[in-house]
Nanobody
Framework: QVQLVESGGGLVQAGGSLRLSCVAS????????MGWFRQAPGKERELVAR????????DYADSVKGRFTIYRDNAKNTVYLQMNRLQPEDTAVYYC????????????????WGQGTQVTVSS
């Protein structure tokens, strides 16, 4: 059974930093694409960042480029999202996602999802 467990969310002031973690179990991390999504109240879920099997390829939403960094440690089956210079518009529930199919990843239709972690940025 695949399980993704996020942690690291919380309340932070604008300009601050947080690091989210997602521990995966029940799958082979080294053969799995991973991504972080977020959903703010009243808005659609959006891709924040994604990373390839090896960690050698990453993609970011334009709104977070230069501020957020996604990376992974396959030995720990964990993917991270380092978030710097946070802004109130970054407030959302952040979800970790995983899939072994590049086709599904490119379509944004990951098979496996975590429960989410709340990030709140105060102004």
């Amino acid at each position: 059974q695949v399980q993704l467990v996020e942690s690291g969310g919380g309340l932070v002031q604008a300009g601050g930093s947080l690091r989210l973690s997602c521990v995966a179990s029940g799958l082979t991390a080294s053969r799995t694409y991973m991504g972080w999504f977020r959903q703010a109240p009243g808005k659609e879920r959006e891709l924040v960042a994604r990373i390839s099997w090896s960690g050698g390829s990453t993609d970011y939403a334009d709104s977070v480029k230069g501020r957020f960094t996604i990376y992974r440690d396959n030995a720990k089956n964990t993917v991270y999202l380092q978030m710097n210079r946070l802004q109130p518009e970054d407030t959302a529930v952040y979800y970790c996602a995983a899939d072994g199919s590049l086709q599904r990843v490119l379509a944004g239709t990951y098979n496996y999802w975590g429960q989410g972690t709340q990030v709140t940025v105060s102004s």
